[in-house]
């Protein structure tokens, strides 16, 4: 997970910024963000099936191993002259639709580390959570290095390096027998076969719908992540041209912003489950949304944006931990790919437009007035998800997970 993320977060950096200096287009890089995540969604949707039955470890090493291809070939192409524009829009597609399932091959196997390992899965997923912020903090402000000292297509060559080296780990170094299939129900008197892709993905969807805790985050998520993508992909490069700061401070702000989220999850992994989540969850959102673009709409120095977002990093370090402690405790072990799929798309599915919505508004209205309007509406979406009555359920659903054995739904 280190490696691959890694990579990716690199990549965040050198690939918006390689678009933006070679057309001088926000509304290009957006596209070219768009391309990327459109598929991720669409592609990890329709895979989880697809996880449970072939096992996450294959599919991992696999598609990283897809995407590490993609990514070497965009600066290749460009030395050789050959990269045009939608050539590099098919590309970058390629890697999204490849990073899906491997992401999603991953996190099915943290419940099983989680088992390995005798800790509690507040501990597994803030321990994943750890390796995230670690990855977000090295990797952008590795590809804020490399873009200010050598250009962006030296980042893109790092993410590709990046995601063979963790395909080989996920492939040779990992305990024997780990990441295997997950195992059916044992069939019926009659006999009948292995259920088959379309009833493993019904299966999943069926049983997301009858989750309302599951469904009211989905939701949230899929906003907030869609303004993140927005501030990430378009509006942060925007600024740091406007205001004259470049790309090093790109990579600054992402760095001190992921090394505040390893403190808050390193937190998390030590007493998230001692914690009512609910209130960890709506505080750690309000500290990490609306901050960070109200900072950036103000005519203040450098040194107070970081400040914000260290505070916000900080915060957004306690999220990912209980919310994936929640999803593991309520999903059966053996459903775990179809319905993290589901919900990983579902809460991706605005991501692809983020960019795309965010370099269009800034075409439209300046940059200024879309920080401003941003900011708002992801302090709306979080605390008005927070009142809803289902949320209550976060604290009774790790009290009830204690007395059921891992991985069995949660009623």
Known sequence: MALSLTGTRISLVALPWFVLVTTGSATRTGLVVFCEMAPYVLVKAFTGPVVDRAGPRVVSWSTDLTSATAAALIP???????????????????????RGPGDLAKEVMVPEAADRGAVPLERATGVAGVVERLASTIGPAAGGALVALVGPLTGLVVNAVCLVSGSVVVGLVLPHGMGRAAKEAAPGPDGAAEPGYWKR?????????????????????????????AIGSVLLPVWARESGNGPAAMGLMSSVMGAAAVAGSLIAA??????RRRTVVLVGFLLAGAPRFLILAADVPLG????????????????????????????????LGR????????????????GLLAGAAVAAAGLVPTL?????LYFLTTNLAGLRREWREMDRARHAAAGTEAGEPVT
Do not use: K, Q, Y
Request: charged share 10%.
């Open 372 to 376: 401003l309007t941003c900011g708002i």
């Open 339 to 354: 319905v993290n799929a589901l919900g990983d798309s579902l809460a991706w599915a605005g991501t692809p437009l983020g």
């Open 270 to 275: 030590t007493f998230a489950h001692r914690l």
């Open 304 to 335: 107070a944006v970081l400040g914000v977002f260290v505070v916000s990093g900080f915060g957004a370090g306690f999220i990912n931990p209980v919310l994936g402690a929640v999803l593991f405790e309520r999903v059966p072990r053996r459903m």
């Open 76 to 98: 290749l192409l460009h030395v050789l002259h050959l990269l045009t524009f939608p050539l590099l829009l098919a590309l970058v597609a390629v890697i999204g639709a490849a």
């Open 201 to 229: 993905f019904g299966e999943g969807f069926t049983f997301l719908r009858g989750e309302p805790l599951l469904l009211t985050v989905i939701v949230m998520v899929a906003i907030t992540n869609l303004l993140d993508a």
